[in-house]
């Protein structure tokens, strides 16, 4: 059995895998306000048996979370429990970026999708709105843009005439009221900043692309861009299983 995690700005995910990369139980939490109270509950609705254990991995956006999972896991088995950026990741994926810097759940999905044959744009739609340009086996590097949730929130927490507002689809552009006004200027653009950047990442690169979805509000957007899109809500753990391999 193997346990692997992505420890986001905004969520936690934990996976209990099997040897077959099979994916046996999923929790997802909320990352703040982490601790060891919490973290036992969790593992108790996984039903760990961590005799069992052979592998933990997790990429990590957030250390100080990172570290209390970290010490958990050290009273609870004697197997190792990695970040991923500790591995050799040049081994799977040429990265071409400050490698300090990228995000590990970036290059994680990264290598989730890497081949010889095909170029990515992974958008991950989290905290921040993220694109992440893979040329076959080269991760060239991406773009980071203001997260939809997090804009809505600071808006409505900033704007005192502004109510608290669930994004939906809206056909029309022009909004007769303020939930409409909103959720249009949210929408429209939010597909109108993904469809110039691909466009702009095709045309800086003279590359074509698969793009892929993933994350947060990707259904909300998903047939409402220019390109063809497909949603991989498992691109991280898939990343995650494959980097395991390196753990011996």
């Not at 040329?135 to 773009?143: A, E, L, P, Q």
């Not at 429209?188 to 698969?210: A, C, M, P, Q, R």
């Given at each position: 059995m193997y346990i692997l995690g992505d420890v986001g700005n905004t969520d936690t995910k934990l996976f209990l895998v099997n040897s077959r990369n099979k994916i046996l139980k999923k929790k997802t939490f909320t990352t703040k306000n982490i601790s060891l109270k919490k973290l036992s509950i969790i593992f108790k609705y996984l039903v760990v048996d961590f005799n069992n254990i052979k592998k933990i991995l997790f990429c990590s956006v957030v250390p100080d979370s990172f570290k209390i999972i970290k010490n958990f896991l050290s009273k609870k088995t004697q197997i190792k429990c990695y970040e991923v950026k500790s591995l050799n990741l040049r081994s799977l994926l040429k990265i071409q970026v400050n490698y300090h810097q990228v995000g590990s759940d970036r290059i994680v999905n990264a290598i989730?999708?890497?081949?010889?044959?095909?170029?990515?744009?992974?958008?991950?739609?989290?905290?921040?709105?993220?694109?992440?340009?893979?040329?076959?086996?080269?991760?060239?590097?991406?773009?980071?843009?203001?997260?939809?949730?997090?804009?809505?929130?600071?808006?409505?927490?900033?704007?005192?005439?502004?109510?608290?507002?669930?994004?939906?689809?809206?056909?029309?552009?022009?909004?007769?009221?303020?939930?409409?006004?909103?959720?249009?200027?949210?929408?429209?653009?939010?597909?109108?900043?993904?469809?110039?950047?691909?466009?702009?990442?095709?045309?800086?690169?003279?590359?074509?692309?698969?793009?892929?979805?993933?994350?947060?509000?990707?259904?909300?957007?998903?047939?409402?861009?220019?390109?063809?899109?497909?949603?991989n809500k498992e691109i991280t753990v898939k990343g995650l299983i494959k980097i395991s391999k390196l753990i011996k």
């Open positions: 989730s999708l890497k081949n010889n044959n095909d170029n990515f744009i992974i958008l991950d739609f989290g905290t921040a709105t993220t694109f992440d340009v893979l040329i076959k086996d080269t991760y060239k590097g991406g773009i980071i843009a203001p997260g939809i949730k997090l804009s809505l929130n600071t808006l409505t927490d900033r704007a005192s005439l502004i109510p608290q507002i669930n994004l939906n689809k809206i056909k029309k552009v022009i909004g007769v009221d303020t939930i409409s006004a909103v959720r249009s200027g949210f929408f429209w653009g939010y597909v109108g900043l993904i469809n110039n950047l691909i466009d702009l990442i095709k045309k800086e690169t003279g590359k074509s692309f698969k793009i892929v979805f993933t994350g947060g509000l990707s259904n909300l957007f998903k047939n409402s861009i220019k390109a063809k899109v497909k949603y």
